[in-house]
């Protein structure tokens, strides 16, 4: 399935989704990117890939393709919007996850004989093309705020130092293994700290997420979460915290203290793996 990732001519069946829509008014940031254009022209082709048939399987990948596909426009748009490169170029990274999930998706369709070859090839050239603007996009970004590009022979993509690592500063070893599975089934790293001075270190390297047991005694979480805000380059880190649902206070004290997100515990095992795939723009 090599040729599958070649990319293919552009598709341009769907290239009037986006003009009507942009056309009659001033132009957000985000649509003055063509990258941002093909993502809704893909997210719009999207619909017609899977079957509208009973089966467990084709609902399963019909309702992934489509949360993928939306996060990418989603995503590009919210990147777009920010100001410091860090911040977008993390928002394009993640718009580029989602986008090769969406070609991981398309190659499953073909293999179970759910789409035909040629909507597949459509499909797949726009992706592929998606991937490639969004590597670009993010490298720019990435240099722009002084990190290092690592390129990897055959490949098309980038390496930004933390992207892949998050930081937990939970005292519960038992929920820390809890989060360490979920992460590694995303690929990424979970990285503890158990002291303040731990913490700051591990998130200077800028990881994708931090995560905070607000219930946490020694240090107590509140010191941590001081810490981190207390550091100008440490601002637009996405930080969430986690607390017992009989000290709901300890969520709105971290709120107001600079926790990106702060929910119950029930809340946060929910959305966990959410979390780890698109982490919340930080405030």
Known sequence: MSDLFTPGPVPTAAAPVVAPLISRSPLLDAEKLHVYRLAVQ???????????????????????????????????????????????????????????????????????????????????????????????????????????????????????PGMDRVVAFVDDLMFLSRIREAAKARGLEVQGARTVADLLAACREAPRLVILDLDRGRPPANEALAALRGEPALASLPIVGFFSHVHADRGQQAREAGCTRAMPRSVFVKELDTLLASPPASR
């Not at 309702?63 to 596909?69: E, H, I, M, N, T």
């Not at 928002?91 to 989602?98: H, Q, T, V």
């Not at 970004?141 to 390496?159: A, C, E, K, Y």
């Open 42 to 160: 893909f997210q719009a082709l999207a619909n017609r890939l899977v079957p509208r048939q009973r089966g467990e399987l084709p609902a399963t990948l019909r309702d992934q393709l489509d949360r993928a596909s939306v996060s990418i426009v989603l995503n590009i748009a919210e990147g777009a919007g920010r100001f410091s490169p860090p911040d977008k170029g993390r928002f394009y990274s993640i718009a580029r996850g989602r986008a090769t999930e969406c070609g991981a998706v398309l190659d499953l369709l073909l293999a179970r004989h759910l789409v035909s070859k040629s909507l597949h090839h459509e499909a797949r050239s726009l992706i592929v093309r998606i991937v490639q603007m969004l590597t670009r996009l993010a490298d720019r970004m990435t240099r722009r705020s002084g990190n290092v590009h690592i390129h990897v022979p055959g490949r098309v993509g980038l390496h930004w």
